[in-house]
């Protein structure tokens, strides 16, 4: 991983841990706890693929394993978010454009059960019982909508930051021959208000060759007379 993607991805896990642990644990929601760390894995690995999902659900597992208030055996969820993350990653087509927001979403929705699944399932393995007491089909189900409501504020933006970080032209572009497919980072952000700046910079080509055209055909005139 180049050294922007390192920094972003260390910049925005530890921003997604404090807020998760500070203000979304605290919160005192029924069931599971919004998984705002797992939604960050999710929009970097849909933008760096499964090698760099892989290796950022690890990192951002393993810090939440050793962060207080950590319950658990170090490694733990480290393990999960990995294979989330490296599973995420697969689904990033390759021209690196999600037409529609129901991918995502549908990703969004496997991420949460998939890492309650896996959670608890390394749990049993290492002797702890804990979502057997819970529930797990209450935590499957609060994980899911919980993650799934925020997911709309969290991963788009991730995206973005991630595309422009790589100086991908495809944050600032929509995609398509036509312009009418465009990416769902860029297409949930700029839902609402309208605003497409590639087509904006477009136009602007667009008007400064018109500009330099016409001046060309003044001076021709010019020389003809």
Request: charged share 15%; hydrophobic share 50%; with cysteine.
């Amino acid at each position: 991983m180049r050294f922007n993607r390192m920094l972003l991805s260390v910049t925005l896990v530890v921003v997604a841990l404090v807020i998760q642990v500070c203000v979304l644990a605290r919160l005192q929601l029924p069931g599971a706890v919004p998984d705002l760390l797992l939604l960050t894995v999710l929009g970097l690995a849909l933008v760096y693929g499964h090698v760099g999902g892989a290796l950022v659900g690890f990192g951002a597992g393993l810090l939440a394993d050793l962060a207080p208030p950590a319950d658990h055996a170090a490694g733990r969820y480290a393990l999960v978010l990995c294979v989330i993350g490296y599973l995420a990653g697969l689904v990033k087509p390759d021209n690196g454009q999600l037409r529609s927001a129901a991918g995502p979403m549908l990703v969004v929705v496997g991420a949460a059960v998939g890492t309650t699944l896996l959670y608890a399932g390394v749990g049993a393995l290492v002797g702890d019982t804990a979502a057997r007491h819970v529930g797990l089909g209450s935590l499957l189900f609060t994980a899911a909508l919980y993650d799934l409501l925020l997911a709309p504020f969290v991963v788009p933006g991730v995206m973005a930051l991630a595309r422009r970080a790589e100086n991908d032209p495809l944050a600032d572009s929509s995609g398509g021959p036509s312009g009418k497919a465009a990416d769902v980072s860029s297409g949930w952000l700029s839902a609402g208000t309208g605003l497409r700046i590639g087509n904006q910079r477009g136009g602007l080509r667009m008007k400064s060759v018109k500009a330099r055209a016409a001046r060309a055909g003044r001076i021709k005139g010019v020389k003809r007379l």
